[in-house]
């Protein structure tokens, strides 16, 4: 099936659920749920008599949990994925306000690049800041708040599958043994998802895992925000190899319960921050004054960190046979290198290819075939960004897409463009936090503009 890619992302980015309930199935199970699964329970709720959700962790824990290790570390929404969860949950950005989260409207937002200020045109759409348990934890209230959608914790460990459908799931609650049955299944359980093994188990091919190593080494802290939070709520700064600081880059955002919450990342053997006094110290000395002056506040706990080996994504569109009654979104199919902020709103615009898939009436006897080719859309652009970013690091040496060179070097002049120019800008913002298709980028116009802005600027 041949999808214009930019017509499709326009899609996503302006469908709404449907205004009255369509249910077209009786059960639909949802295998882990974490922010990708949440969403597309909330999707599925309007299609489905019930949605089960399965996931190991009780969903009543709030705060970081065992299943999302991850969920300790600075996350950043970026303004496409706030779009998608007001769609689907209105009111969300005030709920999450009213929870302590952050405005971040762009005056509120500062880069710096080798320790200078970046004089870039800031995104104009606003975003919010809040950990990712607050982000997470909202999401699930609203999700529970349904009345179709229940929880079940419970390890996940097989599929059920009746011919070429898949039926149910297999599932391990506290040692005993049981099955969900279902009319469809979504696989939502992250980057470590077992899916590829239960297909080939089951005598089905296991789609190609594509990888890009990045080694990246995060380390995060909390600190307390004095009671008056300062102008900026996101200040983000990144070293580039002019400087010969061993820290990629940093970022604080303001989150909620009066706290700032601080990240370094390094690549490779660089593991920048992994004592309180390491982090505190590289704070001061390696960054902007704003980053000291959070560094002079008490640190609350201790560093948490967290190595990202790769970006990886797993092809199920390119699977000559796949199952009915199956999916799967989210970290799940791709999980990109996380200095992007890309992951949840991927997850919220698989959601969107979902409500999408359910509103054409398709039918569930048959492979999801229409969902596999939106959702590939939405992956290969947060690919393209992310992978695309990654090659230009020291330490990235491939796999080169096709066009590299010509693509790199037309990226290279449209990101200085962003300095100066602000149509430039505008568009840069809107495909980076995923509001537009990567292809508007590659218009001959704006690498015109670029190139324009680039020589009146020198
Ligand atoms: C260091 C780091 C920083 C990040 N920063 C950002 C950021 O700034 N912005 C952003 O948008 N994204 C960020 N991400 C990505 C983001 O965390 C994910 O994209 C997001 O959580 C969506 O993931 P998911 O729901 O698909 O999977 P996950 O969040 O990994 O959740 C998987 C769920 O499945 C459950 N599960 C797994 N196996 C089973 C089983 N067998 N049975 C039952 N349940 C199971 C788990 O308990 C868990 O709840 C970051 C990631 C990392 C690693």
């Known amino acids: 099936m041949s999808l214009s890619p930019s017509r499709v992302f326009a899609e996503l980015n302006t469908a ?64 496409g994925g706030l779009l998608q969860l007001e769609r689907l949950f209105p009111g969300f950005r005030e709920a999450a306000l009213a929870r302590g989260a952050v405005e971040a409207p762009p005056e509120a937002r500062r880069n710096y690049l080798d320790g200078r200020p970046k004089v870039v045109v ?41 011919g070429t459908a898949v039926t149910g799931v297999r599932c391990d609650v506290g040692g005993v043994a049981g099955v969900e049955r279902a009319e469809l299944v979504v696989d939502a359980m992250g980057r470590s998802s077992r899916l590829s093994d239960w297909l080939e188990q089951a005598g089905w091919d296991r789609p190609v895992t594509r990888r890009m190593t990045v080694h990246l080494n995060y380390a995060t802290a909390v600190f307390r925000r004095p009671d008056v939070t ?12 002019k400087t010969e600081v061993d820290v990629a880059g940093a970022a604080f955002f303001a989150i909620e319960d009066g706290r700032w919450m601080a990240m370094m990342a390094g690549y ?20 902007p004054p704003e980053f000291g002056e959070v560094a002079d506040q008490e640190m609350l706990g201790d560093v948490q960190t967290y190595h990202h080996a790769d970006s990886r994504r797993r092809d199920f569109h390119a699977l000559k046979r796949f199952p009915a009654g199956l999916i799967s979104v989210g970290d799940a199919v791709a999980s990109f290198n996380p200095v992007y902020g890309q992951g949840m709103t991927s997850a919220a615009l698989h959601a969107a290819c979902l409500s999408t898939y359910l509103r054409s009436d398709p039918d569930l006897r048959a492979p999801a075939h229409h969902f596999l080719a939106l959702q590939r859309v939405v992956v290969d652009a947060a690919w393209s960004i992310s992978t695309s970013a990654d090659l230009g690091l020291p330490h990235v040496d491939g796999p080169y897409p096709r066009g590299y060179r010509i693509s790199s070097w037309a990226s290279r002049q449209i990101i200085a463009a962003t300095v100066t120019d602000v149509t430039t800008a505008r568009r840069f913002n809107d495909v980076v936090s995923m509001r537009e298709h990567p292809s508007a980028l590659a218009r001959p116009g704006v690498l015109l503009g670029a190139l324009r802005a680039n020589r009146r600027a020198h």
Do not use: C, Y
């Open 16 to 79: 709404r659920p449907p205004d009255q309930p369509n249910p077209m199935m009786g059960t639909a199970v949802v295998v882990g749920g974490s922010v990708a699964g949440l969403l597309a329970a909330r999707v599925l709720s309007d299609h489905a008599d019930s949605v089960v959700i399965i996931d190991r962790d009780d969903p009543q824990v709030a705060g970081a949990r065992p299943g999302v290790p991850q969920g300790t570390q600075l996350h950043a929404l970026l303004p």
């Open 122 to 162: 800031p995104d104009d759409a606003d975003t919010l800041a809040g950990s990712r348990p607050l982000l997470e934890g909202l999401i699930r209230e609203q999700v529970l708040r349904l009345p179709n959608v229940k929880t079940v914790t419970a390890r996940a460990a097989g599929l059920v599958f009746d």
């Open 230 to 241: 300062p102008p900026s709520t996101v200040v983000l700064a990144l070293n580039t190899s």
């Open 268 to 287: 490779g053997n660089d593991r920048p921050g992994r004592t309180p006094e390491d982090f505190v110290r590289r704070l001061r000395e390696q960054f």
